[in-house]
């Protein structure tokens, strides 16, 4: 793993795309050891142009100073209005070398001092759980996605096989869960599961986001396309899980043991909890999703009945 210090000049991104409604990213490295298999930022600029040779996953930029930064910055988006942050877009913020280099705890402290309107933290980490004491003092503008794709360990190792132990990141849900700490699963993108999946997810999460390569990669399915995630499919016999109708399987599992306002679809379990949001009930978007849902299902019920 080459590990580098670099020394940005800015540490909040405008958001845009997929983050619809929020004001900024954060990210506190580059690149990302974790390096997931479908990881559709191996194809963003990031990654493509580095000059390094060595590919996605193989790299971290450590941004030394961030904490400095995100100081002067976050007093000046303030002043122009309300600051809705998503960390991180682009890397995991408690991947292995924030153990060390502490450059997500230090952004948080940041936050801590100087508050933004909402702070969504996305990770596939047990890590996070070393900073329940600042996210106490963040909360309740504040959402952590814990990624749990599947509760199949075989599965976790086909396609992320440097990512922790699902086991652990159970764990780490119940740690934030006893200090009363918002929390969701993000069950993105949809991986193959046991049907007990839903079950234990219901012991230690009360919100749920389901998202697949379909709708939640920006591009239909062409980016994972184009990462070659179906010939893994085809190689581990698992054709029936890259289907747009797949994750419908999941959710209709979940339905059994979750209320249909605690289930997102994609982008709208993304969202930041604003009150603005809350004041409109579901979001506008689910609306399609709906729309689209049923069509799904229509089409599965079709193929099922042709088998
Ligand atoms: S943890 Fe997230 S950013 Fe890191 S490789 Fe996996 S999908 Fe990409």
Not at 133 to 152: G, W, Y
Not at 188 to 196: F, G, K, N, W
Request: hydrophobic residues 35%; glycine residues 6%; contains cysteine.
């Amino acid at each position: 793993m080459e590990i580098h210090i670099k020394e940005p000049k800015q540490i909040l991104t405008k958001a845009s795309g997929y983050l619809k409604g929020y004001t900024h990213t954060l990210n506190s490295y580059a690149g990302c050891s974790f390096s997931c298999k479908y990881c559709y930022v191996r194809e963003m600029p990031i990654s493509k142009f580095r000059q390094s040779k060595a590919g996605w996953g193989t790299w971290v930029d450590v941004k030394k100073g961030a904490s400095n930064l995100l100081k002067k910055e976050l007093v000046k988006a303030k002043q122009k209005g309300p600051v809705y942050i998503f960390m991180s877009s682009s890397t995991d913020p408690y991947q292995p070398v924030e153990a060390k280099h502490f450059i997500t705890r230090s952004l948080l402290e940041v936050m801590v001092d100087i508050q933004p309107d909402f702070l969504f933290v996305q990770t596939r980490s047990p890590l996070v759980t070393r900073d329940i004491d600042l996210f106490n003092q963040l909360k309740p503008r504040l959402l952590i996605s814990m990624t749990i794709e599947t509760d199949r360990e075989k599965m976790r190792k086909i396609f992320t096989p440097k990512a922790p132990p699902i086991a652990g990141r159970f764990k780490a849900l119940q740690e934030l869960k006893e200090v009363g700490l918002p929390t969701q699963v993000a069950i993105s993108p949809v991986l193959p599961s046991s049907d007990s999946f839903a079950e234990k997810l219901s012991s230690v999460v009360d919100r749920i986001c389901i998202d697949d390569y379909f709708m939640g990669d920006g591009s239909e399915g062409k980016r994972t396309k184009r990462l070659g995630i179906q010939e893994i499919y085809e190689k581990e016999n698992l054709h029936e899980w890259y289907d747009p109708s797949a994750y419908l399987r999941v959710k209709k599992g979940l339905e059994k043991h979750y209320t249909e306002d605690q289930i997102f679809v994609s982008q709208d379990g993304f969202l930041p909890i604003t009150s603005h949001n809350h004041e409109n009930g579901i979001f506008p978007e689910n609306n399609k999703k709906k729309e689209r849902e049923e069509k799904l299902f229509l089409h599965a019920s079709f193929q099922d009945a042709n088998r």
